[in-house]
């Protein structure tokens, strides 16, 4: 067969697929003529396919079967230059056949996090969920339309055969589910079945934007590609609204896609569920970018998630969720660490100038300075130990800043009293860095 342009693979009609071509229609189907097995049933022609002589090959309404494309196949290698398009009747059948693909990355992907240390306190809870839910996650057809065909033109234009940005989809919705399951412990606020149900949605749709247009950046070098892949992550909302998603859903991908294009005023506080949707819609793509390696090299998630709580610190994402996600994962140490931070940053006599410095990774501070350069607190350490800042670091402008003796005195109680969870800790690192361990 000659080489054609495949990547866009179909056309999402209100009645019809449109397939671009047969090599498209082939890939997407995974149709191998060499392995005899059944072709699914469903798959009905909206529109007639002609021979090259302009006959009739196949009638409208015709139920394509393995021997029909095997046809198809034979009359495009007698003739390269023959082109035609496959118009597909959307229907159940096909919609089942694409739901059931998705459904066995998801089982796909649960089975791999059994096998690893990490994952292993909390995938069970995770595939409860699963069974209890990801039928209405997947319950619309439209929506299954558009992932089946994201996840194609991933897995066409991969080198790999891989679809590892549709994967990766699906590791946000699991980390999303896992916020979520825990976020009344950790932020007081309630969600319900409906609110679970929409973060699946919102983790497989978030950057479909992107992955729809995948063919047009996957050759690029890795730094232009994760550029380029960032935004055009800000059109999945146009997406969802295509397929008619819930108002609030569309919402939810704009403020997200808004983080993402250096609108760091999305975390705060606003009550709205949107808010809240897009909120753990970025802490579970930020964690899953790290883990996943897509654009740089695989993080463990011990060491990712040490990375969003810097985050948090700084601000940049709301610390009510990570606690979430660290407590479904069980990563009790950076969690009770982190817990022990803000209530050092409470004892501030002033309540708020409190700064634990660096705040560069896991037990990395090692002393608190005062954020407020308050000379007229006791605790204030004007001269002894001043800091230089010569750019922005943990939460504070370039400049000078003073130690605040209370609370660099209470760091260094905390950290005597953990020396062998710290010293563990350091070891594990040590040896993650050396590939001794997967984290």
């Keep these: 067969m000659s080489k054609e342009k495949i990547w866009q693979l179909f056309i999402i009609n209100p009645g019809t697929l449109n397939v671009e071509n047969l090599k498209a229609f082939v890939s997407m189907m995974r149709y191998d003529a060499e392995v005899k097995r059944p072709f699914p049933r469903g798959f009905q022609l909206a529109e007639p396919i002609n021979n090259n002589t302009g006959g009739i090959l196949y009638p409208k309404d015709t139920e394509l079967t393995a021997d029909h494309v095997q046809r198809l196949v034979q009359l495009k290698d007698n003739n390269p230059d023959y082109n035609f398009q496959i118009s597909i009747k959307k229907g159940k059948k096909v919609a089942e056949f694409f739901r059931e693909r998705i459904k066995s990355d998801f089982t796909k992907l649960v089975e791999s996090k059994k096998n690893r240390q990490e994952y292993r306190s909390s995938i069970g809870r995770l595939e409860k969920t699963l069974g209890l839910y990801l039928e209405d996650i997947l319950r619309d057809d439209e929506l299954i339309y558009v992932l089946f065909r994201g996840r194609s033109i991933d897995e066409v234009t991969s080198k790999s055969g891989i679809p590892r940005y549709f994967y990766h989809s699906i590791n946000v919705s699991i ?23 929409n973060i699946g949605i919102l983790g497989l749709m978030h950057d479909m934007g992107a992955i729809e247009n995948v063919g047009q950046y996957v050759e690029l070098p890795i730094e232009k590609r994760k550029e380029y892949y960032l935004q055009e992550t ?6 969802a609204k295509s397929i008619n998603l819930e108002s609030e859903l569309v919402s939810a991908l704009k403020k997200f896609s808004d983080y993402h294009q250096g609108n760091k005023d999305v975390v705060k506080e606003d009550e709205d569920v949107e808010s ?3 909120n753990i819609l970025i802490t579970a793509d930020i964690m899953d970018l790290a883990v996943s390696g897509i654009f740089d090299d ?15 610190n700084n601000k940049e994402l709301r610390k009510g969720f990570v606690d979430a996600l660290a407590k479904g994962l069980k990563l009790n140490d950076l969690f009770d660490f982190y817990r022990e931070l803000e209530r050092l940053k409470k004892m501030c006599l002033l309540h708020k100038y409190a700064r634990p410095y660096p705040m560069l990774g896991f037990k990395s501070p090692v002393l608190v300075l005062c954020g407020g350069r308050r000379d007229d607190c006791v605790e204030y350490a004007k001269t002894s130990k001043a800091v230089n800042l010569i750019k922005a670091s943990s939460g504070l402008e370039p400049g000078a800043y003073g130690r605040c003796k209370l609370l ?9 009293k953990h020396y062998d969870d710290i010293k563990e800790n350091v070891m594990m690192k040590a040896k993650e860095k050396k590939g001794g361990t997967d984290g």
């Design 298 to 312: 695989p993080v463990p998630l011990r060491s990712a998630t040490d990375n969003l709580y810097v985050k948090a």
């Design 175 to 197: 980390f999303a589910l896992e916020i979520l399951q825990n976020a009344y412990m950790t932020t007081g606020i309630r969600f319900d079945k409906s609110d679970l149900i």
């Design 234 to 239: 800000s059109k999945s909302f146009l997406t």
């Design 276 to 278: 809240h949707y897009a």
């Design 408 to 416: 660099s005195s209470e760091l260094v109680k905390f950290y005597e």
